[in-house]
């Protein structure tokens, strides 16, 4: 059966968890998914030590499949913001991960520009809530993770960040990354322009500013001292790919400040995007605009609280503040921030691959769409 439809995850994580009153008339804590509960609702469950596939409907799960989105994710129209490109190395990007129909031009742009052979996936927990996971990262527990085009090792610098991080840091659960799409969307890509990667998936679930503060300062310390006892570069051997889409519209997704939809409530909403891109996403990597990203899309007292629902209100922040503490801990310059793709769900022509079996999770109009950044981040230079 198909993985609850990527489009709807952010809305369903932004909803209060419901628990039955117990004989004290105090709120039970929502039952914890079983590992076997959330291999059967994935597309190609996990097996032993490799991860499997949660959505096999918006994203490539064939080699065909994906051969065909990568042609045809080059046809026009391009994306926004499709000037020069920075030089391929970057050290780190902002990437969407919704269907490959609606979001592939966005990928084919951005996702060229990472040829670091490890790279560190922050992804968003959408269902963290069900899980009661906070405060901590995500890792895996896997060899490798499928993916149409063949395995994708895991790297065994999970291994070294494991054994350096706090221990109240670190969750490592088979189940909380089994039942998450926004890692596998982007790996996919990686692994078809770079056969030889390998990764480090980290999901962020909810904490404050503060804390994720301390989480990203201890992550970039452990991840400086691994790379530079591997002779690695920022950019050159080590990235960092932040998985986030953006705005999501909607009387289904619970945000419609500018009407119920329409022409003038797109436009609205589309424009807002673009200042956050334009703003505290652009230029030096702080951890000020880290904390204005935050404060823009959550309410700071109360993180579980969207005042924007972009799916990546947390991994953004946490990880543009490890992004920045990783090249400080390694001497590398500040890194930099340039949007260089932006869309929506219903900006562009879907892709033409619907005959090779890949589909739409959810439908996108005028009432009922959602936003792609792409943002490269390069070491001191804009």
């Known amino acids: 059966m198909p993985s609850i439809p990527a489009v709807f995850t952010c809305l369903l994580a932004s909803l209060p968890a419901l628990g039955q009153a117990s004989l004290s008339l105090q709120p039970e804590p929502p039952r914890r998914p079983a590992l076997e509960e959330v291999r059967k609702a994935m597309g190609i469950p996990s097996q032993g030590d490799l991860r499997g596939q949660q959505d096999t409907v918006g994203f490539a799960s064939r080699p065909d499949q994906m051969a065909q989105v990568w042609e045809a994710s080059a046809l026009p129209p391009a994306p926004e913001f499709a000037g020069p490109l920075p030089a391929p190395g970057v050290a780190g990007l902002i990437c969407p991960h919704d269907d490959y129909l609606y979001a592939g031009r966005v990928y084919r742009r951005i996702l060229p520009l990472v040829t670091a052979r490890t790279v560190v996936l922050v992804g968003v927990f959408h269902k963290y809530r069900r899980f009661g996971a906070k405060d901590a990262l995500v890792f895996d527990s896997y060899r490798a993770w499928r993916s149409p085009d063949g395995e994708i090792p895991v790297s065994e610098l999970r291994k070294d960040l494991l054994a350096k991080l706090p221990a109240v840091d670190v969750i490592q659960d088979a189940a ?156 590398s310059p500040v890194p930099t921030g340039q949007t260089i793709a932006f869309g929506t769900s219903i900006s562009f022509p879907q892709l033409p691959v619907r005959s090779q079996g890949l589909g739409v999770t959810a439908e996108a109009n005028l009432y009922h769409f959602v936003s792609y950044p792409g943002v490269a981040y390069t070491l001191g230079r804009e």
């Open 176 to 331: 909380m990354q089994d039942s998450e799409h926004s890692v596998e969307a982007i790996a996919y890509w990686l692994k078809h322009l770079n056969p030889k990667v390998e990764i480090v998936s980290v999901l962020v679930p909810s904490a404050s500013f503060d804390r994720f503060q301390e989480l990203a300062t201890h992550l970039g310390k452990a991840l400086a001292e691994s790379a530079k006892a591997r002779g690695w570069s920022l950019g050159r051997d080590l990235a960092v790919v932040i998985s986030s889409d953006g705005i999501h519209y909607g009387t289904d997704f619970k945000y419609t400040p500018y009407g119920e939809g329409g022409v003038g409530p797109y436009t609205e909403a589309v424009a807002r995007d673009r200042d956050l891109l334009k703003g505290p996403l652009a230029g030096p990597v702080t951890a000020a605009k880290a904390g204005a990203f935050f404060s823009a899309v959550v309410n700071p007292q109360n993180p579980d609280e969207y005042r924007m629902p972009w799916c990546g209100r947390f991994s953004i922040p946490f990880g543009l503040l490890l992004l920045g503490e990783t090249a400080r801990a390694m001497g």
